[in-house]
Nanobody, 123 residues
Framework: QVQLAESGGGLVQAGGSLRLSCTASGLTFSSLYMGWLRQAPGKEREFVAGVRWSGGSTRYSESVKGRFTITRDNSKNTVTLEMNSLKPEDTAVYYC????????????????WGQGAQVTVSS
């Protein structure tokens, strides 16, 4: 079982930047596929970004590509989501997620979740 703890987020004006961090414990971090997903009020949870265990391969949703960057530091058991040029439609609760399985990673069906961090972008 993996424990995930998010930090960061908050309130920012449109066009601004925020950073989310997630620290993992409980399993060997370097073996995990990591991702960020988000859920806006009244909407289904959606994939935002993912990174493979080595950190060399990343995936992004079309809605954030070019604005968000996911990175990981296996020496610190952390994964970070840098969010730039934020838009009001980015407002959501952002969840850090982890899985040991490639099939889950590519289908965005993670099996370990953090508690969520609120990101609010005002217009």
């Amino acid at each position: 079982q993996v424990q995930l703890a998010e930090s960061g987020g908050g309130l920012v004006q449109a066009g601004g930047s925020l950073r989310l961090s997630c620290t993992a414990s409980g399993l060997t971090f370097s073996s995990l596929y990591m991702g960020w997903l988000r859920q806006a009020p009244g909407k289904e949870r959606e994939f935002v970004a993912g990174v493979r265990w080595s950190g060399g391969s990343t995936r992004y949703s079309e809605s954030v590509k070019g604005r968000f960057t996911i990175t990981r530091d296996n020496s610190k058991n952390t994964v970070t989501l840098e969010m730039n040029s934020l838009k009001p439609e980015d407002t959501a609760v952002y969840y850090c997620a982890a899985t040991q399985y490639y099939a889950n990673y590519v289908s965005d069906t993670y099996d370990n979740w953090g508690q969520g961090a609120q990101v609010t972008v005002s217009s």
